[in-house]
């Protein structure tokens, strides 16, 4: 059974569309996570939802909405895409427990055209 | 706050030679500490971590850690590479966020090669 599962695997899609990309959990944990991950390998947080509440929302443009209808679901909608946010985007889920362990999804490669 | 510098961003070895992948940190308060190893086209898995307790750290696929307070580093060592170790390798800090959970900083990564 796939612990963290996103869809989709890959996303191609032009300057100025919408899209989203879910996150699945079948961990029971509280905690999900959006990371971006640039060319260069940087990976960075954006979003943290605990028990469908927002708790880290770092410096990212208002284009890029988390939405989590419940505790085991975690989708982020981008609106007005632009180049730059071609990157693969990883979902994570932990515990809550700032000591534990992050796991991760596959990540889905988004490439803006 | 806090933060994390991996030296090199590229390390190359001969299989079944020493590995050592560099990590040194910063933080206001005791850190929690990780490594995280990321095959091709995959997600981040965790290799191994410290949180209290001995700071010699094993975890999987032989790799260990070990954490020095003095030196501010965790780096990662494995006495023998082995092909299928290839892969970047990501150290990262855990500190409690203002909202109380954890936030993970991570480096920029360290890439590493097996030389057959």
């Known amino acids: 059974d796939t612990a963290v599962s996103q869809t989709p695997k890959y996303l191609v899609t032009q300057m100025g569309n919408d899209k989203s990309i879910k996150c699945e959990q079948n961990?029971?944990?509280?905690?999900m996570y959006w990371y971006k991950q640039d060319s260069k390998k940087f990976l960075k947080i954006m979003f943290s939802?605990?028990?469908?509440?927002?708790?880290i929302n770092e410096t990212v443009p208002n284009r890029f909405s988390p939405k989590s209808p419940d505790k085991a679901h975690l989708n982020l909608h981008i609106n007005s895409l632009e180049l730059g946010d071609s990157a693969v985007y990883f979902c994570?889920?932990?515990?809550?427990?700032?000591?534990?362990?992050?796991?991760f999804g596959p990540g889905t490669r988004l490439t803006v055209l | 706050a806090q933060s994390v510098t991996q030296l090199g961003s590229h390390v190359s070895v001969s299989e079944g030679a020493l590995v050592l992948l560099r990590c040194n940190y910063s933080s206001s308060v005791p850190p929690y500490l990780f490594w995280y190893v990321q095959y091709p086209n995959q997600g981040l898995q965790l290799l191994l971590k410290?949180?209290?307790?001995?700071?010699l750290v094993k975890g999987i696929n032989g790799f260990e850690a070990e954490f020095k307070k003095s030196e501010t580093s965790f780096h990662l060592t494995k006495p023998s590479a082995h092909m299928s170790d290839a892969a970047e390798y990501f150290c990262a800090v855990s500190a409690r966020s203002n909202f109380g959970n954890e936030k993970l900083t991570f480096g920029t990564g360290t890439r590493l090669t097996i030389i057959p």
């Open positions: 961990l029971g944990h509280d905690t």
């Open positions: 994570a889920s932990s515990r809550g427990d700032w000591r534990g362990e992050q796991f």
């Open positions: 939802y605990n028990n469908k509440e927002l708790i």
């Open positions: 410290y949180t209290t307790g001995a700071t």
